[in-house]
């Protein structure tokens, strides 16, 4: 029991919003799609919700064709970014209206929607307009009015994006358990943020202008970038690239820079090559001098921007500091974490998996 | 999907289209017929009521009293609606009163209004020369020599149009952005300067927009001239749609009434294209 | 100093314009008090004082028969074509504007847009050119001089006013809770029953007023197309507009005729004071 993408392309004046996606979707599954604004993640929901119509491809739920259906007919169930209730409605009704919609007489409906909202934290608030309650309360009660028709495919365009901090980190704590009873059900969750992405998926697609350019289990992908593009849209921040060479056993970077060729990348041929260093990975103190360009800090960590001659990159410092803007700092690069890809962005070589294995 | 969004712009569509077109086209054929009291029906005249119409000074007349009317009072209109704007878009005490009591003409029906002014401006017994009087002037001919009674049918025009500008430009006024304003204030402009480098050029979009609906409205009239001066004295206020009203549903001349009409209209259309085109330049230049 | 002078010219300006725009209606309202010697007498402005009041020319109004100018029945009449009028044209003009404002239509080289200009350009229509045609129909028809015809005739003023208003309304409705609706089971047409118009009602009474504003004011249509048999209430006080002019029942019937567009005047500042309209729904 899947759906199957095949080949679904929708272009737009010529611009592709998406080019030749196949993918395939298993019951009882969540899958995150992570990609940047525009990537074309909200497009492929809203075709497989039935609201857009591909010019190219098919859409097959356990082997019956599903473009065919209209979006009325069909067995979805969404969660838009926007809070989207109806503002007529009472929460209750709110949540009851999609079972009424099918048939469902009024007091079973009720009595489901009831439910739903126990289990999603909004029991007190049946008769409540949506538009008295808080955002995160609004976008519960677009949840719950997802969950209550146990729809065969779930789809969530990012549906947190316009929380603040707390209770986004609050409400995906909570739909780890609330995704766990939807056990029927095919789960599409879309992010722009990597660390929701890992946590909730049991499988991650990276979306890049309109077409996947990567698919796995979240620690694979994450631990092995396909690209460089990929690498830029998983790590958050994105990953530090710095062009080089390797060359008489040494790893050659921009601007003179020498460093060891460290074990896992003791195989690879003399060459050019680009690099790729978490900004987890370079450390303040060392001998690369870079210049700041930027200096901002956030929580109980400064983000620097540098400048060298190695080139431009990102570095976390934990603690709060105060750089003045033109001064020098040193760092430090830790060879053992580089990431190798090919000149035109392929990933050849992967440090040994650590991401992700203290969880 | 196809049968569901036809169920909602069709029936209104083909209403109009019944409504309006058809009527349309049949005014066009019949401009090319002889229909009139005597011989009532659809013939062919051929062109022959252009012709008539092309040396029928009266209407081209008709055209121009209508443009001089309609220029004219949605000028001063524009001129008042804005001062008026300006006056009580901050502060001001009894805010909403003044508001619905500026708006309150453009409500009321234009033609019972008008027979309101008529009565007014009653050469002996209307107040409006007692208060001409009453400031030491002789009294007015108001609408019996042709120069005032096109200034009285600008008059009631006035009353009735400039709280339309006001309502357009008041909200125009009230969604402008506070920034340029604070740039002003720093830069130590003064009231006149402030309103000239800041509001005015702000406004100038909706400014056009006002006086362009205004101009369209404005070119159809008719009612103010029919109660207020019924034309006169003699022909001096005659506007193209009263005189096509003489011509083809009093002296019952259908058919070249209705070249007459068509003819209006092309005018109108035109000439507002124009003016439009032309503010939007000016506007887009500026 | 500068400033008490500025507040002092802004008062007078305001207090110059308010009496001119209130002018009229005292002056109808003291003169539908007096009788025909307190009008030749010349202007007078204040009752008792001036002239001797009168209820004649309030009396005549609903008075019928040979001295009388019944207007009940022209109110009426007024009454049963605005309102008809404009719901028919609410209701084709929502669903019309609903199209426009969510579907893509095309039909040759004609677009969405095209078919929205169309429908606002009739504002720029002068009626004169649709009366010849209005009436021939109407007359062939039988309709002329009818209740049903100046219904017909009103849908054509109105449509437009009541399309225009409301695609701006929809257009300011997020289309994601039409979508929502759809995947919630409804179809286009359930959607926007379900759920768009319970909460467009702030566009419909916009809409409505305007229809209402409008239907309510017209006199040339209600003037050309009929006689005897139905009376619009425009054509009843501008029929007392002749040479020997009962001006105090002219300026009676006049209150009584724009008394309701005063209230509606109200109900019309209340709209716009409550702001962005759309914002209501939000």
């Known amino acids: 029991m899947s759906l199957l993408v095949q080949n679904l392309g929708i272009w737009v004046d010529g611009v592709a919003h998406l080019s030749d996606i196949s993918l395939e979707f298993q019951q009882g599954r969540l899958y995150t799609i992570l990609g940047q604004t525009l990537s074309g993640k909200t497009t492929l929901l809203r075709t497989i919700a039935g609201l857009q119509s591909p010019q190219k491809g098919t859409l097959t739920l356990h082997g019956q064709d599903f473009l065919e259906l209209p979006v009325w007919k069909r067995r979805v169930a969404m969660v838009y970014q926007q809070f989207i209730n109806y503002p007529h409605l009472d929460v209750l009704a709110n949540v009851a209206f999609p079972l009424l919609r099918a048939g469902v007489p009024r007091a079973e409906a009720r009595q489901r929607a009831r439910e739903i909202l126990g289990k999603i934290g909004l029991a007190n608030f049946e008769n409540r307009r949506p538009s008295t309650l808080s955002g995160g309360q609004q976008q519960r009660v677009a949840l719950a009015r997802a969950l209550v028709k146990r729809a065969e495919i779930l789809l969530l365009d990012e549906p947190l994006v316009n929380l603040d901090y707390k209770l986004r980190e609050q409400l995906r704590d909570e739909f780890q358990n609330i995704f766990a009873g939807q056990d029927d059900a095919i789960v599409i969750y879309t992010t722009t943020d990597p660390d929701e992405a890992i946590q909730l998926g049991h499988e991650l697609i990276v979306m890049d202008e309109g077409a996947v350019i990567q698919q796995g289990k979240p620690l694979e992908v994450f631990n092995a970038p396909a690209m460089i593009r990929c690498a830029e849209i998983i790590y958050n921040p994105p990953m530090n690239i710095f062009n080089g060479a390797i060359q008489r056993g040494e790893i050659l970077l921009q601007g003179g820079v020498r460093l060891p060729v460290p074990w896992h990348m003791g195989h690879l041929p003399e060459g050019t090559y680009r690099f790729g260093l978490s900004t987890a990975d370079i450390s303040i103190g060392g001998n690369i001098g870079a210049e700041v360009e930027l200096s901002e800090i956030s929580g109980s960590q400064t983000i620097l921007h540098l400048r060298g001659a190695i080139g431009s990159f990102i570095v976390y410092e934990a603690g709060v500091y105060h750089y003045s803007m033109g001064s020098t700092v040193q760092v430090g690069l830790d060879p053992g974490r580089i990431f190798t890809f090919a000149v035109d962005g392929k990933l050849i070589s992967a440090p040994a998996a650590t991401a992700g294995q203290e969880r | 999907m196809l049968k569901y969004k036809h169920f909602f712009l069709l029936p209104g569509l083909i209403v109009l289209v019944a409504i309006i077109i058809f009527p349309l086209l049949f005014t066009i054929r019949v401009s090319f017929s002889s229909w009139d009291v005597v011989k009532p029906g659809l013939d062919w005249l051929g062109g022959k009521n252009y012709e008539r119409l092309f040396v029928d000074l009266r209407f081209w007349e008709a055209l121009f009293k209508l443009s001089l009317m309609a220029a004219g009072s949605v000028l001063i209109q524009y001129l008042i609606g804005f001062s008026l704007a300006l006056l009580v878009w901050r502060d001001v005490i009894m805010k909403r009163f003044i508001r619905v009591l500026f708006l309150v003409p453009m409500m009321t029906t234009p033609v019972i209004m008008t027979v309101i002014w008529r009565t007014i401006l009653h050469e002996s017994l209307g107040p409006a020369n007692d208060i001409v009087r009453m400031f030491g002037f002789e009294h007015l001919t108001w609408l019996s020599t042709s120069g005032m009674a096109m200034f009285s049918v600008i008059l009631v025009e006035v009353w009735q149009w400039t709280p339309f500008m006001f309502l357009l430009l008041l909200a125009g006024l009230l969604s402008l952005p506070k920034e340029p304003y604070m740039a002003a204030a720093i830069d130590g402009a003064g009231p006149l300067r402030t309103f000239f480098s800041v509001t005015f050029p702000l406004m100038a979009p909706i400014s056009a927009g006002a006086i362009l609906i205004r101009l369209i409205e404005a070119s159809k009239m008719m009612e103010t001239v029919y109660v207020l001066t019924s034309g006169g004295p003699g022909t001096a206020t005659e506007t193209a749609s009263y005189y096509i009203y003489i011509r083809g549903l009093r002296d019952y001349q259908i058919g070249y009434a209705a070249s007459l009409s068509f003819t209006y209209l092309i005018v109108m259309i035109i000439s507002l294209t124009i003016i439009a085109k032309v503010m939007t330049r000016k506007i887009i230049r500026d | ?282």
Request: glycine share 6%; aromatic share 14%; net charge positive.
């Open chain 3, 1 to 282: 100093m500068m400033r008490t002078t500025y507040l002092l010219l802004k008062y007078t300006a305001i207090l110059i314009w308010s009496s001119f725009v209130v002018l009229p209606f005292l002056w109808a309202l003291t003169t539908s008090f007096k009788t025909a010697h307190g009008i030749t007498s010349g202007a007078t402005y204040i009752p008792w004082l001036q002239y001797e009041p009168s209820l004649e020319g309030w009396k005549v109004l609903v008075r019928t028969g040979g001295a009388g100018i019944n207007i009940v029945q022209p109110y009426i009449s007024s009454m049963v074509v605005t309102v008809g009028a404009s719901l028919i044209s609410l209701a084709l003009g929502t669903l019309a504007a609903y199209g426009l404002s969510r579907f893509t239509y095309r039909l040759g080289f004609i677009k969405n847009s095209d078919i929205r200009f169309f429908f606002i350009s009739q504002r720029i229509m002068p009626p004169i050119v649709l009366a010849i045609p209005f009436f021939l129909m109407l007359q062939y028809f039988g309709l002329l001089d009818s209740i049903i015809g100046l219904i017909i005739v009103y849908i054509a003023l109105l449509l437009p006013i009541a399309t225009w208003v409301m695609v701006d309304f929809f257009n300011n409705i997020l289309r994601e809770i039409d979508e929502m609706a759809t995947i919630d089971g409804c179809n286009p047409i359930g959607a926007f029953f379900r759920v768009i118009l319970p909460n467009s009602l702030p566009g419909i009474v916009v809409a409505g007023l305007f229809c209402l504003i409008f239907g309510w004011n017209d006199f040339f249509f209600a003037f050309i197309l009929t006689f005897t048999k139905t009376q619009l209430l425009p054509v009843a006080v501008v029929a007392l507009n002749s040479s020997v002019t009962p001006w105090w029942s002219l300026s009676a019937s006049a209150l009584v005729s724009v008394a309701p567009l005063v209230i509606i005047a109200f109900v019309v500042e209340r709209f716009l004071s409550s702001g962005n309209m759309a914002g209501a729904i939000r």
